[in-house]
């Protein structure tokens, strides 16, 4: 009797311990916010046979630590693995998040080279036609849909956006600087996007370019401001096909716009087993460095996408929106979540919520008069609403008879009118929303497989254009939070 009670008594202490380790756990995740970390894997190299072995090693380790990390998989990259027989790296990667990274990756033309003097919409149909073969190639090799889409080095274009989101693919997840809202996740041209996240790109360097010790050092400092700012998202990415290489198989075969026949590929130079070994190790002491701190949980993209989507929408009165958009055109958020000028373009107008695209073009404004007559400006109300809700896209322009309201001075007038309502005042509005995208057409592209040279403005006018629908995303527990 006395052993039974003593195991008995044993037993209530460790579900008591239990108890109390999980009540911790519970207010730490209450009282301070999480910092997410996302792992990701550009798996594009088809030349060099040795990075399928990398791919598997990695996705294997990783599934050992219990760590779920995204591969975005290059189309030829999964036909290749497949032609080689590789089911096994198949397999243990589709045990992971699958993205998509391309068709071709360093074969020209590249996408930021192809879409560069296509329009938003054919830029988009161009963007579909030529990557959409790829992602049902990776879908049905991994058996598994991407979930999300990076482009190829710095070859970005905003076409993309609404061909991926047809493809069913709803997150950007890349390092880049072509658009960017305060180092973490953003929503862009109706997508998450993981992009340009200043400080909290991190990665523990392969090469010894920053010791390890001072990302551990960054990394802390990123999960205690995380800690107390509500929680937020650190990127970090590598390439399978460095762990087992000293330069690019791209670089080595396609630099500078060069076109290269398969025959004539050359494998890039490779690694010794004892420093590929010592690369797998760093991994791992980053993975173990990010698992053993508190308050850090790993994320795939899949598991982004659910954090920050919302299913509450913000509420702003209609004035409070007009106000704002005295001040400048732009988002608005608050602790109940964000509204893109889009969103507010439509919640002036009386439109219901919806994602709607930026405009294709920059309108001009023809008309000079300093007013409007009432029925000729409920006449372009009327016909901008018919024209967002045809589309799914704010127009360039609207037509006040034969003459026109740019978008920008359409939007600020109607804020005006929501405010002062009687006579139309023309009113001229500013599109801070442009401050996020880049103005740098040529660094913002700097890649060595683009040509020498290589420079985007048209991409960057677009992506401007596009910035009606920029707002912040915000993680679903800051909203739980009371
Ligand atoms: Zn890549």
């Known amino acids: 009797m006395e052993g039974k009670i003593t195991i008995d008594m044993r037993r209530e202490h460790a579900t008591l311990r239990f108890l109390i380790a999980f009540m911790l756990m519970v207010s730490f995740a209450s009282a301070q916010g999480i910092t997410y970390v996302v792992l990701w894997f550009d798996t594009e190299d088809y030349i060099e046979p040795a990075s399928d072995d990398a791919a598997l090693r990695i996705a294997t380790d990783l599934s050992q630590m219990g760590v779920h990390a995204t591969f975005k998989v290059v189309g030829e990259k999964a036909r290749t693995l497949k032609r080689r027989g590789r089911t096994d790296v198949i397999q243990a990667l589709s045990m992971h998040c699958i993205g998509y990274h391309s068709n071709w990756h360093s074969i020209q033309p590249v996408p930021a080279v192809y879409e560069q003097h296509l329009g938003f919409l054919e830029g988009a149909d161009e963007f579909e036609r030529r990557e959409r073969g790829g992602f049902q190639d990776v879908r049905r090799i991994f058996g598994k849909s991407p979930v999300c889409y990076g482009q190829p080095g710095s070859s970005w274009a905003p ?67 995380f800690a107390d700012t509500g929680g937020g998202v650190i990127s970090t990415y ?97 602790d109940s979540g964000g509204l893109s000028a889009a969103d507010i373009l439509l919640q002036l107008l009386g439109l219901p919520p919806e994602y709607v695209d930026g405009p294709t073009t920059r309108g001009v404004t023809t008309y000079t008069d300093s007013s409007v007559p009432n029925p000729i400006f409920e006449r372009a109300v009327t016909d901008a609403k018919s024209f967002i809700t045809a589309n799914h896209r704010l127009p360039s322009e609207v037509f006040l008879g034969s003459r026109t309201l ?20 023309v009113t001229h509005g500013k599109l801070d929303f442009e401050q996020f995208v880049s103005s740098d057409p040529m660094g913002s592209f700097k890649w060595p497989i683009h040509p ?9 006018e677009l992506a401007r254009l596009q910035a009606w629908t920029l707002k912040p995303a915000r993680l679903r527990t800051a909203m739980g939070k009371q």
């Not at 690694?271 to 053993?292: D, G, M």
């Not at 020498?452 to 960057?460: D, K, T, V």
Request: proline fraction near 6%; charge should be negative; glycine fraction near 6%.
């Open 159 to 225: 076409q993309a956006n609404p061909a991926l989101r047809r493809m069913g693919i709803h997150v950007y997840l890349d390092a880049g600087t072509q658009v960017g809202l305060r180092d973490q996740p953003m929503w862009y041209g109706g997508l998450l996007y993981i992009y340009n996240m200043g400080p909290y790109q991190l990665r523990a360097e392969l090469d010894h370019k920053t010791p390890i010790a001072q990302t551990f050092h960054e990394f802390d400092s990123a999960v205690h401001h």
């Open 238 to 334: 590598y390439h399978p096909t460095e762990f087992v290489t000293t330069e690019f198989w791209d670089a080595v075969n396609f630099a500078n716009g060069a076109t290269a026949e398969r025959d004539r590929w050359v494998r890039p130079k490779r690694r010794s087993p004892e420093e590929t070994e010592r690369c797998y190790q760093i991994l791992h002491s980053y993975v173990e460095h990010a698992k053993h701190t508190p308050g850090v949980r790993f994320v795939t993209a899949e598991d982004l996408l659910r954090l920050y989507s919302n299913p509450a929408k913000p509420h702003f009165s209609s004035a409070t929106l007009a106000r704002h958009f005295q001040q400048g055109i732009n988002f608005i958020s608050s």
């Open 406 to 425: 740019s978008l920008a001075d359409f939007a600020a007038t109607v804020a005006d009118h929501v405010l002062s309502p009687g006579e139309v005042r």
């Open 452 to 460: 020498a040279g290589f420079s985007a403005p048209e991409l960057l």
